[in-house]
């Protein structure tokens, strides 16, 4: 849509867009404008159609009175109200993105009689991954929001496919297993398939080697419901890409429903344009850093959950919720070791001092993570090799440069906090490019183990001796 024709648009996205402080900022206009279906000047409002009324409720609250800031700035009128209504999806569409072709068979039963419930292919989904134990805050609302839509109305949404995506342990994999549980338990008659990406391509490669790939499609064609988690794995895999979406679309036609994850955007997975666009007329919903208010209830979620809920004065809690932020995994495992050491030593009472310095370690690492921006990484690499910083950035490709930059972004891309697109500007190159380059680095790893020493010796520079940054 930011490359659309029309110049009132353009130029109210202009001024919106100067109006913009962070890169998440504009990360996320990225990804809604492309959503919006048409716009129109009425009077003195300003009217954007969208899909659904939970993208109206949202953008409304989102965008409208930065949008109506943006029109003033624009001098496109004063006192302009902005207001999102839902129109049809084949009005006036202005997205530079082709719009669908593919027509959902709505009169195709979605459950036509099946017996077994769990085919084959599926892996378990962990149990205590609902709804009801998933905490809601603002950086996970939208997705919530969505998912539970999509969980009620089970293939009935226009959510589809439905492509949820965010930083590392930010609870995707939680979210899309609880569209998997709330369907299994509220729908018993559908059939439900949660596979990894990855586990996905092994039988797809096996299906090959043994020419049953008709069968294999036509077993995906089964479910109902495919959860696949970590599609950014096929990232680079093209003869495979093709596959993996062809069975997705075939899924679509057939009125199924479809959850992705991906830690990063769908633009960021180098798929065709067609690809990317087929996303788009489904829904991107993105989960972003918890505030310290989300933190802080999940926390307490997390002791609520268990069998026999350990007592935890809040100044404790109120230490873990500020100190961790990285992701919710990191919190979850400073939690557990709070509780294992009460559970080891019932006679003692727990204090802050204690809990600081139980927890020390996790919180230095967590400062200098935060500490660690792309640009030390680049400097600490290149001083490491003994090659200038400029070369590391250039845009050329001697021999001697091409591994400590694929290094450089292997541990930006692991350790640093920030968004993939601020590492991509700190390289001068685009997010794809850094993120195909920490995944290159991440495959020669395991071939040429030695690097890990390398890798060590510049962690070590930077501050951050024992980083898990290998798995
Ligand atoms: P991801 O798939 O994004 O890497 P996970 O879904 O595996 O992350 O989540 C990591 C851990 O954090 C899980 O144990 C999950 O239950 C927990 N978690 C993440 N977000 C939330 C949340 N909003 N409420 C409760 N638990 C959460
Ligand atoms: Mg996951």
């Not at 310290?292 to 959950?305: F, G, H, P």
């Not at 601020?422 to 071939?447: C, N, P, W």
Request: charge should be neutral; include cysteine.
């Amino acid at each position: 849509m930011l490359e659309s024709n029309s110049p009132v648009w353009d130029k109210i996205v202009a001024s919106y867009r100067a109006m913009l402080k962070t890169v998440e900022e504009v990360n996320r206009m990225e990804l809604h404008f492309p959503q919006f279906l048409s716009h129109t000047f009425s009077g003195n409002e300003f009217h954007i159609g969208v899909k659904e009324n939970l993208q109206k409720d949202w953008f409304t609250q989102l965008y409208a009175q930065d949008l109506e800031k943006a029109i003033e700035n624009a001098e496109l009128g004063t006192n302009v109200k902005v207001v999102f209504d839902v129109v049809q999806s084949d009005v006036q569409v202005f997205s530079s993105v082709a719009r669908p072709t593919i027509e959902k068979d709505v009169s195709k039963p979605i459950l036509p009689g099946k017996k077994m419930r769990i085919l084959p292919s599926t892996l378990p989904l962990q149990e205590n991954y609902t709804f009801e134990n998933f905490v809601c805050g603002p950086s996970n609302s939208y997705a919530y929001a969505t998912a539970t839509a999509v969980a009620k109305g089970l293939g009935r949404t226009t959510y589809n496919p439905l492509f949820i995506w965010g930083g590392t342990g930010l609870g995707k994999t939680h979210l899309m297993e609880a569209i998997g549980h709330y369907v299994m338990a509220k729908k018993p008659d559908s059939s439900v398939c949660y596979i990894t990406a990855e586990k996905f391509l092994n039988e797809f490669v096996n299906a090959l080697a043994s020419s049953s790939l008709s069968a294999f499609r036509a077993r995906y064609r089964k479910y109902d419901l495919l959860l696949i988690d970590d599609v950014q794995f096929i990232v680079g895999k093209k003869n495979f890409q093709e596959e993996f979406f062809n069975t997705i679309c075939e899924m679509l036609l057939y009125n199924k429903q479809v959850v992705m994850t991906s830690d990063v955007a769908p633009k960021e997975l180098k798929l065709e344009d067609r690809l990317i666009s087929r996303f788009q007329q489904g829904m991107v919903v993105e989960i972003e850093l918890p505030s310290y208010e989300t933190r802080l209830a999940i926390i307490k979620s997390k002791i609520k959950m268990q069998s026999n809920p350990h007592v935890i004065d809040d100044s404790i809690l109120d230490y873990i919720a500020e100190n961790i932020r990285s992701h919710v995994r990191a919190i979850e495992g400073a939690l557990s070791r709070v509780i294992a050491f009460m559970d080891i030593n019932p006679d003692m009472t727990l204090n802050l001092e204690i809990v600081k310095h139980l927890l020390k370690d996790v919180v230095e690492s967590e400062t200098t993570i935060k500490n660690i921006t792309p640009e030390s990484v680049i400097a600490a690499t290149a001083e490491h090799y003994g090659v200038s910083i400029k070369d590391i950035k250039g845009p050329g490709r001697p021999q001697a440069v091409v591994l400590p930059r694929q290094i450089a972004m292997f541990i930006a891309c692991k350790l640093t906090t920030s968004s993939l697109k601020s590492i991509g500007d700190a390289f001068e190159r685009t997010h794809t490019t850094v993120y195909y380059g920490s995944q290159q680095m991440q495959k020669r790893l395991t071939v040429e183990p030695e690097l890990k020493s390398e890798i060590s010796a510049i962690l070590a520079k930077l501050g951050q001796k024992d980083a898990d940054i290998f798995e």
